[in-house]
């Protein structure tokens, strides 16, 4: 999952970064037809998992542009075949988007949306997609058996969550509200038995509810219960299972209030400010149901590995970089709480990632801004000023706001 920060997965999540393997690209020549792809797609399927039933459906969505639906009908992703059928299938996907199979077809001269359910999907109204692109990261991850290599490609699935029924803030905020509570009581239930058992247990809240995405803060009493392992063990049998299917994005957020530095590489109030994609989480409570991975390896997962570490938000109060986390560069995804009028002119804009920007009204012109909006924040060093720009899907290009960092919230 491309995380930089993390999403996280999200879920999750960055491209990896090995060398790129050598591939001899074929001649160039009139791309083949979707009915081509889709033949190309279940003969590799079938010649290697021939228990495994794949279907693929394609068409012409527009010139230059097919659409491609591979199915199963089979419960093939929840179950024991699911690490077997989606490696095979991402193999394939990486030899059409990468390799550029079939003269180009979903690399070159066509570019291809990819579509994929089983049965257990379709049942829920929901789907995984991806674009393939000639530059498909994927090709540079040259061992198709690294865990590495698989969570790089499911990242790239759960970077465009579709539902095919329609999906509302309400729905978002109770989904949400749902599950904090059971995130809440499994931290309880772990303590129980201890005489200050209640001090280690967070209180949980929606901090933000769209239409397309939910943003729940945890919040820690101190930064040790926020870092401590088996507080976060929980994540994936509670919230990432009630977030499953809904098709909403979003991160969770585990939070701890101001504490004085204990380390001189940081100057000012500390706190932990760690954002979690929930998308990851959903990913990880389904490699549990299906069997591939147990509670402790999963646990591990979101507490060691990269992926799902997540990013860090805003750990200090007045510089946008924390410079013992990011060395100085800083890149943040996050989106808008909530503006409200600036005494001085202009909006004060509260963002998810915890951090304060003042912007100009000549902003509020030229980009379109509200609640819920996607934005990314960014300094390339941490003597340089921080930007943030406006970026929602279908942009080609971000809206760079005319925008004053002012510290944390």
């Known amino acids: 999952m491309r995380i930089v920060e993390i999403s996280a997965i999200g879920l999750f999540l960055i491209s990896f970064q090995s060398a790129a393997p050598q591939h001899q690209k074929q001649v160039k020549a009139t791309p083949a037809s979707p009915d081509t792809v889709c033949n190309y797609i279940t003969g590799k399927m079938t010649a290697g998992l021939s228990q495994v039933p794949t279907l693929c459906s394609a068409k012409e969505a527009a010139p230059g542009w097919y659409d491609i639906s591979v199915f199963s009908p089979t419960d093939v992703l929840e179950r024991g075949m699911r690490r077997a059928w989606s490696a095979l299938l991402f193999q394939t996907l990486q030899e059409l988007g990468y390799d550029a199979t079939l003269h180009g ?19 829920h109204q929901w789907h995984y997609s991806t674009f393939l692109t000639e530059r498909h990261s994927h090709g540079r991850v040259a061992d198709l058996t690294s865990d590495d290599w698989y969570f790089d490609w499911w990242a790239d699935f759960y970077r465009l969550p579709e539902v095919d029924h329609p999906q509302s ?8 509200k749902d599950a904090c509570t059971n995130y809440v009581n499994a931290v309880s239930r772990r303590w129980s038995g201890f005489s200050d058992s209640q001090s280690h247990v967070p209180t949980c809240s929606v901090l933000l509810a769209t239409d397309s995405a939910v943003y729940l803060v945890a919040d820690f009493s101190n930064v040790v219960d926020g870092m401590t392992a088996n507080n976060l063990f929980d994540l994936p049998r509670t ?12 991160e969770l957020i585990v939070r701890t209030p101001w504490e004085h530095p204990t380390t001189s590489s940081r100057s000012g109030d500390f706190r932990q400010y760690k954002m979690i994609d929930i998308r ?15 509670e402790v390896d999963v646990g591990t997962l979101l507490t060691m590995n990269f992926h799902f570490m997540g990013s860090f ?16 560069f800083e890149f943040r995804d996050a989106a808008v709480v909530k503006t409200i009028p600036n005494p001085g002119g202009g909006l004060l804009m509260t963002l998810t990632d915890g951090s304060v920007w003042s912007i100009t009204d000549e902003s509020m012109r030229s980009c379109t801004i509200t609640t819920g909006s996607h934005v990314t924040a960014e300094a390339e060093s941490a003597n340089a000023t921080p930007t943030v720009s406006v970026w929602e899907p279908g942009m080609t290009e971000p809206c760079k706001l005319k925008a004053l960092f002012l510290g944390a919230w």
């Open 313 to 328: 938000g805003q750990t200090v109060q007045l510089s946008f970089s924390d410079t013992s986390n990011s060395g100085g």
């Open 105 to 123: 077809a979903c690399s070159e001269a066509v570019k291809c949306k990819v579509k994929v359910a089983d049965t257990y999907l379709s049942q």
């Open 239 to 250: 919230i990432g299972m009630d977030m499953e299917n809904t098709g909403y994005t979003g």
């Open 280 to 294: 990851s989480l959903v990913f990880l409570y389904e490699e549990l149901r299906s069997g591939l991975r147990t």
């Open 169 to 176: 803030k309400e729905n978002a905020e109770r989904i949400g």
